[in-house]
């Protein structure tokens, strides 16, 4: 069965502090589509990544970083030297390749909190 | 190229009353797909549609839901006699042609609105 797992509910870190928020995937599929979305406190998605499951290259930009591993089923991401406009809540989610590729399969999210 | 756009952003209403949620896709999108997101949780698919058609509605509660995306105009989320229960966000979804690249996206390349906040008093 599909299944995205993000077991932090919530982080909070000072500002400049690096930050992980985990993703841990199931799938049967061996062609899968991985996604962050953010959601800031006015509450829309914004689009951060989309990754298939063949490309296990890590992808930086700017502070944000993405390691994916399919050997352990994690989509982890990263932001370096946080700042407090990062503060949201971040969903990780996967698509199978297969009929129901549309039905994104969301993690519950991890609210990261950065303090000043 | 406007993104997808969903009205109202937010949206009160009282038990038993009826909810219309607006969902414009993106210029040139045909599929538009549902999603509700309960307090605190992620989202959860409700219904894809392409124009004129429902394509899989396995998330849409079995009454009291609808969704129809008519040949001309937006999508449409209809609730029918709501409960506190439905109180939750509401996000539209769409996917077709991508000007910028002009190609054909697959299904899973989604682009988000903004979503439609319902509260039931």
């Known amino acids: 069965a599909q299944k995205v797992t993000q077991a932090q509910t919530e982080i909070s870190v000072v500002e400049k502090e690096d930050v992980t928020l985990d993703c841990v995937y199931e799938t049967r599929d061996t062609t899968y589509y991985l996604f962050w979305y953010k959601q800031p406190p006015s509450g829309e998605l914004v689009f951060l990544i989309r990754?298939?499951?063949?490309d296990e290259q890590n992808e930086i930009s700017g502070r944000y970083s993405w390691n994916f591993q399919k050997s352990t089923s994690s989509f982890n991401f990263t932001i370096t030297a946080s700042q407090v406009v990062d503060s949201a809540v971040y969903f990780c989610?996967?698509?199978?390749?297969?009929?129901?590729?549309?039905?994104?399969?969301w993690g519950a999210g991890t609210k990261l909190i950065i303090k000043p | 190229n406007a993104g997808v756009m969903q009205n109202p952003r937010h949206l009160v209403r009282r038990r038993g009353q009826e909810a219309r949620l607006r969902c414009s896709p993106m210029?040139?999108?045909?599929?538009v797909y549902w999603y509700r997101q309960l307090p605190e949780e992620g989202l959860k698919f409700m219904v894809y549609?392409?124009?004129?058609?429902?394509?899989?509605e396995s998330g849409m509660p079995k009454e009291r839901f609808s969704a129809e995306f008519p040949k001309e105009g937006p999508s449409i989320l209809r609730i029918q006699q709501v409960v506190r229960g439905d109180s939750a966000a509401y996000f539209c979804a769409s996917s077709g042609i991508d000007w910028d690249r002009v190609r054909l996206t697959s299904s899973y390349e989604q682009y988000f609105g903004p979503g439609t906040r319902l509260t039931v008093t």
């Open positions: 990754r298939n499951s063949f």
């Open positions: 989610a996967l698509s199978e390749h297969e009929d129901s590729n549309y039905q994104l399969i």
């Open positions: 210029k040139g999108h045909s599929h």
């Open positions: 549609l392409q124009k004129e058609n429902i394509i899989d």
